[in-house]
T-cell receptor, first 114, second 114 residues
Framework: EAQVTQNPRYLITVTGKKLTVTCSQNMNHEYMSWYRQDPGLGLRQIYYSMNVEVTDKGDVPEGYKVSRKEKRNFPLILESPSPNQTSLYFC?????????????FGPGTRLTVL | GEDVEQSLFLSVREGDSSVINCTYTDSSSTYLYWYKQEPGAGLQLLTYIFSNMDMKQDQRLTVLLNKKDKHLSLRIADTQTGDSAIYFCAESINYGGSQGNLIFGKGTKLSVKP
């Protein structure tokens, strides 16, 4: 089954404790992206990657890191989480081309930083 | 910068039609999208429209695009309780290094009353 998976689905942590949220897709997509969803703010892009070893900042990259060492994986790293990073996080992937290029979303990771 | 606006809430009675409206700013967007997010889930692509089209119909869904006014709407005929969800409008960026990135609206929460 074609899908985007994220782990963990739920995470409660404390300020300053480094964490990684993994994202993996099995569709051989070049493009992957991380978003955060907050009430009243919709989805905001954190980082995206057009291909292996190519990453770029989105609209709200502060406090986050990513890496793209393999095509299928795009982990989101919070080196020193803070309470304002409490949010619902989504990973997405799509093909790169001239068509509609539907983005496929993972199920989300709900992060709480105390 | 680019912006996508949509109303935050819509309430309809089961069996009525729902119309969710959206305005966008990037006149060069090639595709415009409607995504649906059910409670506790990720986003799923509902439908999309190519920018040179005025209308697209897919079963109960009708998308209308007014390029002059940069206005997009989604009509759901015979709305059912299962249509209760958050609906996101999105436009694709069609220039520069961010080409293909999506800009999402804040989402319209559709509540369907029996």
């Amino acid at each position: 089954e074609a899908q985007v998976t994220q782990n963990p689905r739920y995470l409660i942590t404390v300020t300053g404790k480094k964490l990684t949220v993994t994202c993996s897709q099995n569709m051989n997509h070049e493009y992957m992206s991380w978003y955060r969803q907050d009430p009243g703010l919709g989805l905001r892009q954190i980082y995206y990657s057009m291909n292996v070893e190519v990453t770029d900042k989105g609209d709200v990259p502060e406090g986050y890191k990513v890496s793209r060492k393999e095509k299928r994986n795009f982990p989101l790293i919070l080196e020193s989480p803070s309470p304002n990073q409490t949010s619902l996080y989504f990973c997405a992937s799509r093909e790169v081309g001239t068509g509609a290029n539907e983005q496929f979303f993972g199920p989300g990771t709900r992060l709480t930083v105390l | 910068g680019e912006d996508v606006e949509q109303s935050l809430f819509l309430s309809v009675r089961e069996g009525d039609s729902s119309v969710i409206n959206c305005t966008y700013t990037d006149s060069s967007s090639t595709y415009l999208y409607w995504y649906k997010q059910e409670p506790g889930a990720g986003l799923q692509l509902l439908t999309y429209i190519f920018s040179n089209m005025d209308m697209k119909q897919d079963q109960r869904l009708t998308v209308l695009l007014n390029k002059k006014d940069k206005h997009l709407s989604l009509r759901i005929a015979d709305t059912q309780t299962g249509d209760s969800a958050i609906y996101f409008c999105a436009e694709s960026i069609n220039y520069g290094g961010s080409q293909g990135n999506l800009i999402f609206g804040k989402g319209t929460k559709l509540s369907v009353k029996p």
